[in-house]
């Protein structure tokens, strides 16, 4: 499958936005859906996770402030990012878990950036 994300841009600090991923086919059987980001000089982390059956989990520091959602209808993966602070500064990513009798496999979209000015 492919992935698209888009929705970055440049926001102030307390700002919103709101992140979209389109995926190129059904997400109905993907069991796992994360969003992603990286910040310049550092890795890659985890920042929300979406399970098939709607359960989600955040990292410590987005909680309370971002919203993951899935719409299998229109296979698409959100982040509702509010309250946002500089230090969200990031290209963020989404990805894929598809979990088939062949194995695991991993998809990745583009990514977007995200600027938050102090």
């Known amino acids: 499958v492919q992935l698209q994300a888009s929705g970055g841009g440049l926001v102030q600090a307390g700002g919103s936005l709101r992140l979209s991923c389109a995926a190129s086919r059904s997400i109905f059987s993907i069991v796992v859906m994360n969003w992603y980001r990286q910040a310049p000089g550092k890795q890659r982390e985890l920042v929300a996770t979406?399970?098939?059956?709607?359960?989600?989990r955040y990292e410590d520091s987005v909680k309370g402030r971002f919203t993951i959602s899935r719409d299998n209808a229109k296979n698409a993966v959100y982040l509702q990012m509010n309250s946002l602070k500089p230090e969200d500064t990031a290209v963020y990513f989404c990805?894929?878990?598809?979990?088939?009798?062949?194995?695991?496999?991993?998809?990745w979209g583009q990514g977007t950036q995200v600027t938050v000015s102090s």
């Open positions: 990805n894929a878990e598809e979990y088939t009798d062949y194995g695991k496999y991993d998809y």
């Open positions: 979406i399970t098939s059956g709607r359960t989600t």
